[in-house]
């Protein structure tokens, strides 16, 4: 989120994923890890559940109103305070950010060790070589060796690796 914003200057959709892993985390500082500096060493409701008989666990609040009114407070402080420091570390970072992100734009995704190699200054040429050829054809079952079928294949069938249904 923080760099589509420093980048596009917006938010699209494609970060509610990091939002939720992020909440979900700080949730867990403040309720199970008694991380929160407002709200001390502390865990917050009772969990309790028989995943064995079918059910998931639940968890039941042990305080008041006012007190799940402080731990949204405090989650929502913990994730804000990460959106700034992600803003101020990509912001620091913004020449490196920029070219990576004009590589996940032409390729979609890269590799760890390429993503590292690009960090410690190496170029795009360097990391991927000349342009990445075009995706090999996958011959059709059914047709010669050599033959190519023009148009769109066939749906894959169910249950069957590499089975089409025509």
Do not use: C, W
């Not at 042990?62 to 912001?91: M, P």
């Not at 020449?95 to 960090?119: D, G």
């Amino acid at each position: 989120r923080a760099a589509e914003e420093i980048i596009f200057g917006e938010v699209t959709t494609g970060a509610s994923n990091d939002l939720e892993k992020v909440t979900q985390t700080a949730k867990q500082m403040v309720m199970r890890f008694g991380m929160s500096e407002k709200l001390g060493p502390r865990v917050f409701g009772h969990d309790h559940g028989q995943p064995f008989l079918g059910r998931e666990f639940s968890s039941e609040p042990d305080y008041s109103d006012d007190v799940a009114r402080e731990i949204d407070s405090e989650i929502r402080r913990i994730v804000e305070a990460a959106h700034v420091q992600a803003k101020d570390i990509l912001t620091s970072h913004r020449e490196s950010l920029e070219k990576l992100s004009e590589i996940l734009i032409k390729r979609e995704t890269i590799e760890k060790e390429q993503f590292e190699a690009l960090l410690d200054g190496s170029t795009e040429a360097d990391v991927f070589g000349a342009e990445a050829p075009p995706p090999p054809q996958v011959p059709i079952p059914g047709t010669p060796a050599g033959e190519r079928r023009e148009g769109p294949r066939p749906l894959p069938r169910p249950g069957l690796a590499g089975g089409t249904a025509e």
